[in-house]
């Protein structure tokens, strides 16, 4: 222990110190800096012992050290700092003492028992074993005070635990006489005893054992103070152990605090991942940054005092926002607030219509924070976007996505208390006539951290498990399917994130809920494209020269339909209309982003639409991607029926062609060819392609030598429904008015027969 450092730590325990009726914790002065203190008495230490703090004897020499090893300070006689620590360990004593007791109970403790906060008096000498739990009931500064009149002592493998916001720094046992903390316990608090301390073999201490008089003996343990308190002595790292009063950087041990005491610049920077701390006290006029892309976890309580205690920064897409994590109770006094800042890159409204969506992390933001902004909210009843807010005291709703663009790139601000616990937003769906919105509402991350969609933290309540992000680059939307195996959107929802989700058809008001559990650390870097290892899986991209780009992902799988299927597929929902529009037709006719169905026998054929708005007009290229994920001899082309070719992408996965308005969207077939559907068609020849689209029929010769034949159409039951000559052409068609459903077709030439099943609509 730095000793330079006694007086700072002595005003931040002063500091810490709770307001409460039946008592406060007693001022340790001098002594707040020891582990292992003995006024009066020899200190003996056997084997391989670990201290973190200060340990000495006021009136004999410190033994045992080593092998013990000390982080911080080993005092012996005589020394100033003893001395003061002797009169602040008597003067402790003294006041817990003249306490008055809040419950008297039985002097056997444990065995699962749980205690709130109190002041107890177990009476005479007391014992404990098993179990103790001390619930805090969500306050971070509930006091636990013991007062023993009489020896105490720990069976082996005893524990004192803590809960729901109880905390090391505010459990004191004042013992009128020996403390014995049996082999393998772990004790939790400060012990002020009045005669001999030992800790036996294997014991844990998180707290202090300080004693008036009498001897300390310890045996292969660890004793740790629970004050870590920042100095900045070595630079502005939070991840450089001298920076911190004991020597190591904060963790989650459930013991210690995380101090950053006012005046001790510079103030702690973390520029890394993967930060955590039991507690966290920043103090009034200090403060604690956390760098953009780098996180902090707290496992206990959160305390910040005064405003912009805590800052959040936020940088480019490569580095992103940085991340907090709260797991106990936040407090704020002083004015207390934390700050958060959101980068916005340039996306000037007049550019083809460019937003970012975004959504409030803390309680009560209000629009002025987009001050100078286009700021837009989705009005799920109107089924359109609302005017723009022009009201500075606009209240942003928690988990409410709103959508701003920014004349250059700019850092907006949020002030306040941050968002935590359990959190819901309401969703309606509105169906016509004469407006509605169709279930399509505009919901947000409300955590300054990233939340994980496939988290059961979050509860869908009858709300389609999809989320559908906005991407300003490719003026589009990138979806993400809960459970899905494919997704061109990320499954770690960035902090501050605005997206669509969907109320299905014969719902109207659905609550989407998020809890803690959902908040994460992790986070993809690419923000986009989340994709398994899966077979039978095709990711198409198509893009024009300025970037602007949509994607459809399709794969089989056997539970999967032809049709809508709510559990994998994700509808297709349009971006600017200046962006190519690309997706899938399925059997029932919707519109999907993906697409995710069955092989329907050796050749499937999947209709795909493209379109974009007049000013669309121009060159694209459409690329295939993940298509080794597929069998060897599996064969996949793309047919532009506009320009009457074919592709085979297996070969070539890049399609280029021109778009002219007015061009019809139904232009694209994709086609499967399986030779390895069924148990006897691994002999077959790829001869001829079976397919349709609508009510239309297919035949599509491959071998370059067209046959005459016969075609057969049955229903699924196998009775005959019609009959057709195929002509000798490289493409015939057929249109049939029958039922929507599956059909088997049937062609016969000269020496082979084709099979395969169609849907018809």
């Not at 000793?3 to 700072?8: D, E, G, R, Y």
């Not at 940085?322 to 109770?329: E, L, Y």
Request: aromatic share 10%.
């Amino acid at each position: 222990m730095k000793t330079q450092l006694l007086n700072a730590f002595v005003a931040v325990i002063l500091s810490l110190m709770p307001n409460l009726n039946f008592g406060q914790v007693p001022d340790l002065g001098a002594a707040s800096a020891f582990v292992l203190f003995t006024k009066a008495g020899a200190f003996n230490n056997t084997g391989a012992t670990y201290a973190t703090g200060d340990i000495g004897s006021n009136s004999a020499s410190v033994t045992g050290f080593p092998p013990g090893i000390v982080a911080g300070t080993i005092y012996n006689p005589p020394d100033p700092v003893l001395a003061e620590a002797a009169t602040d360990v008597g003067l402790a004593y003294t006041y817990l003492s003249g306490l008055p007791c809040g419950l008297v109970i039985g002097s056997t403790l444990g065995s699962g028992q749980v205690l709130f906060p109190n002041v107890y008096c177990p009476g005479d000498a007391s014992t404990l074993t098993g179990d103790l739990t001390l619930n805090g009931e969500g306050d971070c500064n509930a006091l636990f005070i013991f007062k023993i009149n009489g020896e105490f002592s720990t069976s082996t493998n005893s524990n004192v635990l803590l809960l729901n916001g109880a905390q090391v720094k505010n459990v004191y046992w004042q013992i009128n006489g020996a403390f014995t903390l049996g082999g393998g316990s772990v004790f939790r608090g400060t012990v002020i005893a009045g005669g001999a301390i030992t800790l036996n073999t294997g014991a844990a201490l998180y707290g202090r054992a300080l004693t008036t008089a009498g001897a300390i003996n310890i045996d292969v343990i660890t004793a740790t103070i629970t004050q870590n308190v920042w100095d900045g002595s070595a630079s502005e790292d939070w991840n450089t152990a001298e920076n911190w009063s004991l020597g190591i950087v904060p963790g989650c041990s459930l013991a210690i605090n995380a101090v950053i005491p006012t005046g001790a610049t510079p103030y702690p920077v973390i520029s890394s991942t993967a930060n955590y701390t039991d507690n966290l006290i920043i103090q009034n006029g200090a403060t604690l940054t956390i760098n953009s892309g780098k996180d902090l976890t707290v496992c206990g309580c959160t305390e910040i005092n005064g405003p912009d205690a805590l800052i959040l920064q936020s940088g480019p897409n490569n580095s992103g926002n940085a991340t907090f994590i709260d797991n106990g109770t936040i407090t704020y006094p002083n004015n207390g607030s934390v700050k958060i800042e959101l980068y916005l890159s340039d996306c000037t409204i007049s550019n083809g219509g460019c937003w970012h969506y975004i959504s409030p992390p803390v309680t009560s933001a209000l629009a002025q924070v987009f001050l100078g902004d286009y700021l837009k909210y989705y009005d799920e009843v109107a089924g359109a976007w609302s005017n723009f807010i022009t009201s500075e005291s606009f209240p942003l709703k928690v988990m409410q996505g709103y959508i701003v663009s920014n004349n250059g790139t700019v850092t907006r601000v949020f002030q306040g208390e941050v968002n935590t616990g359990n959190l819901s937003e309401l969703l309606s769906r509105t169906t016509p006539p004469p407006q509605g919105g169709y279930g399509w509402n505009l919901a947000g991350n409300p955590y300054p951290s990233p939340l994980d969609l496939e988290s059961p933290g979050i509860t869908w309540n009858n709300i389609e498990k999809k989320v559908w992000y906005y991407s300003k680059f490719a003026e589009n939307y990138k979806p993400y399917v809960v459970g899905g195996l494919a997704n061109p959107g990320t499954r770690y929802c960035p902090s501050m994130q605005g997206f669509f989700v969907h109320v299905p058809s014969g719902y109207n008001a659905e609550t989407l809920q998020v809890t803690n559990v959902a908040r994460t650390t992790a986070r993809d870097t690419s923000f986009y494209k989340s994709t398994r290892s899966i077979n039978d899986l095709i990711w198409l991209k198509v893009e024009e020269s300025r970037g602007m780009n949509d994607e459809v992902v399709i794969y089989f799988r056997p539970d999967a339909t032809s049709g809508y299927d709510k559990d994998f597929d994700c509808q297709k929902l349009n971006g600017t209309a200046i962006a190519p529009q690309l997706y899938a037709v399925s059997s029932d006719d919707s519109r999907l982003t993906i697409d995710v169905l069955p092989f329907a026998g050796i050749n499937t054929s999947i209709p795909l639409e493209f379109s974009v708005s007049s000013e669309g007009t121009g060159n694209y290229s459409m690329t295939a991607s993940k298509l080794e994920s597929f069998r060897a001899g599996t064969k996949i082309r793309l047919e532009d029926k506009k320009e009457s070719k074919t592709q085979e992408l297996t070969e070539n996965p890049v399609y280029n062609f021109s778009y002219n308005e007015g061009d019809n969207p139904s232009r694209f077939i994709l086609h499967f060819f399986n030779p390895f559907y069924g148990i006897d068609d691994h002999d077959r020849e790829d001869g001829l392609l079976i397919y349709s689209s609508g009510k239309d029929v297919y035949l599509k010769n491959l071998t370059g030598n067209p046959e005459k034949g016969e075609m057969f159409i049955y229903n699924t039951l196998g009775l005959e429904i019609t009959q057709k000559s195929v002509s000798a052409i490289s493409l015939n068609k057929y249109t049939f008015n029958l039922p929507d459903g599956y059909y088997i077709v049937s062609v016969v030439t000269s020496d082979k027969t084709y099979n395969n099943m169609v849907f018809l609509d």
